[in-house]
């Protein structure tokens, strides 16, 4: 049985500490998905299909990642693709405690047997969030080694 994990978020956009996770998880199972948010309530940096395409890219090294998109519960997009693991990466507790209630949640939800896996970052990326990497680039910042550097090349180009 091939085992098939999933990766999911906004990813608005990839950091270290995503690709950390990313490269960590995809050591461990057969495949690898990261399914990128398809939130169209949510205005990000970077539409859905930047996003896909910075993810790709950053990814590109990574033979068994593939990156996909989703709407709606995570549950169902798991159930519907037979994911064997649910990744989830975690920085500090205020995430443990926030993350382990999700699992908890589609532990009612998931219907063939998906474990929910929760990886700690590397301690150099515990500081670093999407949100955060946006705020201080806007202000003209420094996001050098918070962010791969494409994702660095294509903030540079959105932000101006």
Known sequence: MERK????GSFDPVTNGHLNIIERAAKMY??????????PQKTGL??????VDIAREVTRHIPNVKVDTFAGLIADYVNDNGFTAYIRGL????????????AQMNARLFTGGTETVFLMTEPEHSFISSSLVKEVASFGGSIDGLVPEYVLKRIKEKLG
């Open 46 to 51: 970077f539409t859905i299909e930047e996003r």
């Open 5 to 8: 994990a999933l990766y999911a």
């Open 30 to 39: 057969d495949s690898l998905t990261v399914a990128i948010a398809n939130n």
């Open 91 to 102: 920085r500090n507790v205020s995430d443990f405690e926030s993350e382990l209630l999700m």
